[in-house]
């Protein structure tokens, strides 16, 4: 089974635009790397890192920006001030709230920037229902 299908496929279709490939060199990649001859063919991990490894033996390089991506002390804080201050604890009312405030769809794609915003945000709940995110409770 292929786990974060939406994620993956969007890394294979990233890689096909980066290598500029044209439609028949990457249905012919894709045949020979998996057996299949569409993305959403594939079905297991296995299928996808085959695919994946000859995308980088063709010349393409994953490159992701570090320095932009929120951190995971970011992370951890939001889900504690989250779980502090809502009503309803739940990774969607979570992530609805997010989109609200930042436009992203989930946290994980959060910038440091934008982290920063929903913490900020969390931390006035916090206060308005009565709890101070500075001071641990007794």
């Not at 990457?26 to 045949?31: I, S, V």
């Not at 994953?62 to 992370?75: A, F, G, Y």
């Not at 804080?77 to 989930?106: C, H």
Request: charged content about 30%.
């Amino acid at each position: 089974m292929l786990t974060k299908r939406n994620a993956k496929l969007a890394a294979i279709h990233i890689a096909k635009k980066e290598l500029n490939l044209d439609d028949k060199t990457y249905r012919a990649m894709l045949k020979k790397s998996t057996g299949v001859r569409s993305a959403a063919k594939i079905q297991n991990d296995n299928q996808f890192f085959s695919l994946m490894k000859s995308f980088r033996q063709a010349g393409w390089k994953h490159v992701s920006n570090p320095k932009n991506h929120c951190t995971e002390r970011q992370l951890c804080y939001i889900k504690v001030l989250w779980q502090l201050a809502s009503r309803e604890k739940t990774k969607p009312s979570l992530n609805a709230m997010i989109k609200r405030i930042t436009d992203v769809e989930d946290m994980r794609f959060l910038s440091r920037k934008a982290a920063q915003s929903v913490i900020l945000a969390l931390r006035d709940i916090s206060k308005k229902a009565g709890f101070n995110p500075d001071k641990p409770p007794k």
